[in-house]
């Protein structure tokens, strides 16, 4: 009797066994991966966009163009950004609301497909520079203003709104905003907890 009684001991020694329906723990969703050529592109269109959709972009494109104007961009970065600033007469709401969003947007876009936070900010200066030397730099000098713009954009959308935005819509997060399709139209459901 007593080695039934050890053997029975020694069974259980190991622990109980799982119950057979018992799964693995799901693993964590991978990350996603950056596709830089896709958000080049995607970038480009939106710039071929803006530069075709805005009347005086695309007048001056149209006429003065030319690949001479940048290479001095190039050639001769801070004169020519200085007298692209002093030209700058843009008004209020393109200099310091349309710069800043649309590249506030960019970088948020880039954070949502995997982009580090540097990788985001480089992503939006490399855009920005190449808007202002290339696109725009055809056929007028970069302007300053919308440099330092755009920077201030992608790089409070990256380290301001976007750690906020999870904060507030992660599954623990106090509230929770849910937008939620519903026959003629989509329903706002806000959720606190207190």
Known sequence: MLPLVILALMAGAEGPTPPPSAAPPPSPPAARRPSVLRDAALAAAASAAVALGKPDIRRAIFRDASLSHVLENFAFPIAQVRAGTRRDTDPFWVNNVAHPVSFGVEALYLKHQGYGNGEAFLFTQVHSVVWEFVVEGCAFEPSGKDLAADAIGAAAAIWIVHPLV?????????????????????????????
């Open 166 to 194: 999870r904060r507030w819509t992660a599954p623990s997060a106090p509230v929770r905003v849910d937008l939620r399709p519903v026959p003629g139209g989509a329903t706002l459901h806000v959720t606190a907890r207190f």
